[in-house]
């Protein structure tokens, strides 16, 4: 078998990531690795996230040597994307938050960045903001508590609008926010909860995150032949993906739990690092 690429987030927001490149490439081997005893990054220092995260990949890509590494984090990304880089040989490919094509589809020229605490206050984001949206409103709202609603959703718990709509208000309560009409999921887990999202707007947003950019990229790195996608509608069939594991750095019961939902994104081994 051919190597793996390494898909790696802190939980099971890298599964919106992973999702794109499964539909692009599917018989591409994959170890999707969730540091889950450092959940949740957003509430932790750059510091901390600076210094655990190229230790880790530095692991695991010694234990299962991928050929790609994709952080599918838009935390990490911000903040250790570089020193990973420096640290391994092999490439590295970082989720940026879509401020840019956000800016692009804007009518009012007011979009909003929905990300975790240590994303949206990230100089990273600054500077997407005036290379890409200098014309627009930026609103900035971090949260932690979509981070665990997606992580329940995936394990099994429902998860309504009503639970979702307070962290939407974060930005469409601000000053401008009734122009608002792009919001950029910048975090990995948010797209897990487009459905509610979107059910719990004041009035028709269109949610943009960069997931089926990372794939398009990890399939240009590659020199892969993608395959015409199946269709939006039509997700590809489990049975035809490739052989995938998850990884985790902590065995519990959420873990456990998880395991119908990582089998839909064709990870049907789970294991401990």
Known sequence: MS???????????????????????????????????????????????????????????ERFRPRLVVIACNTASTIALSHVRAALDLPVVGTVPAIKPAAAASRTRVIGVLGTAATVRQPYVDRLSAEFAADCLVLRHGSARLVELAEAKLAGTVVTA????????????????????????????????????????????????????????????????APTPIGASAPTPIGAFAPGRAVFTRADAHVDALAPALKGFGLATVETL
């Open 162 to 225: 009503a639970d979702v709509a307070p962290e939407l208000a974060g930005l469409t309560d601000q000053p401008g926010g009734d122009r608002l009409d792009r919001v950029v999921l910048a975090c990995t887990h948010f797209p897990l909860l487009a459905a509610e999202l979107a059910a719990a707007g004041p009035r028709a947003l269109g949610f943009v995150d960069g997931g089926a950019g990372i794939a398009r990229r990890v399939a240009h790195l590659l020199g892969a032949s």
């Open 3 to 61: 190597a793996p690429i390494l898909v790696f987030d802190s939980g099971v927001g890298g599964l919106s990531v992973l999702a794109p490149i499964r539909a692009l490439l599917p018989g591409l081997p994959v170890v999707y690795a969730a540091d889950n005893a450092g959940f949740p990054y957003g509430t932790r220092s750059e510091a901390e996230i600076a210094a655990r995260v190229p230790a880790l990949l530095g692991r695991l890509v």
